[in-house]
């Protein structure tokens, strides 16, 4: 195909993402309140008692709950989206190469919305349990709503692309780029870049730092697993056809 019309087909599959993005707000936007009192329930039910949460912003109440329902749209939407990526690369593809990328899309996929859950049941419980618990005597808690909101959107991001390691790791060997030796070799460089990537990716608490640092090098010895799996029986089929 000609380079135009692969722009052209870009362009019909980033319309067709965006697409799906607005028919899944549209469908939620009526319930954009309890959307986000559910995501804010983890604070709330840690909140002092005759504490609450505030809106400093005059348009806050009104703008935090649609803010919070379009990302909720992408999160939902997310299948369809990686889809319409897959539909664009596949022709560019191998056959070999697709049946390899079927179970990956799908990991990815499933990965990325246990790393929003692990994230909501796990680390949110546990984070705002110690935030709420080590401020100084005399000082009256109220979260405002946009800056949890900003929060817990860049936790959500974090544990959702964290959980993408084994991928990540697979296709790394996959393409070439690096192998499984060199990963393990790389171990101790790891175990740091995980603790400094939850640090900055994080509030600035032991416990969230660490419930996100501990899973990616747990899923970074899964993908190595994988990965190795993987080259294991690309080998054995090469030595098949040879």
Do not use: C
Not at 53 to 78: N, Q, R, S
Not at 202 to 222: G, K, N, R, Y
């Amino acid at each position: 195909m000609p380079l135009l019309s692969h722009l052209l087909e870009l362009r019909d599959r980033l319309l067709r993402s965006v697409l799906s993005i607005l028919i899944v707000f549209v469908a939620m936007v009526y319930w954009a309140n309890d959307i986000y009192l559910f995501i804010a329930d983890p604070l709330i039910q840690r909140l002092p008692e005759n504490a609450s949460m505030v809106a400093i912003d005059i348009v806050a109440p009104f703008l935090t709950p649609f803010k919070t329902t379009a990302y909720v749209a992408v999160f939902v939407a997310m299948p369809y989206i990686l889809h319409q990526i897959w539909a664009f690369v596949s022709p560019g593809l191998y056959r070999h190469e697709k049946k390899f990328a079927y179970p990956l899309l799908f990991s990815s996929i499933l990965l990325f919305y246990a790393g929003l859950a692990f994230a909501y049941f796990v680390v949110f419980p546990l984070a705002w349990d110690f935030l709420t618990a080590v401020g100084p005597e005399g000082i009256d808690l109220s979260p405002d709503i946009s800056s949890y909101l900003s929060i817990v959107l860049k936790l959500f991001f974090a544990f959702g692309l964290a959980f993408e390691i084994p991928v990540a790791t697979v296709l790394l060997v996959w393409s070439g780029l690096t192998t499984v030796d060199s990963l393990r070799e790389k171990r101790p460089y790891v175990v740091v870049g995980a603790f400094v990537i939850g640090m900055l990716l994080t509030p600035p608490d032991v416990i969230s730092q660490t419930l996100l640092a501990i899973p990616m090098l747990i899923l970074f010895e899964f993908g190595i697993f994988f990965a190795k799996f993987s080259t294991q029986n690309k080998d054995a089929k090469k030595t098949e056809q040879a």
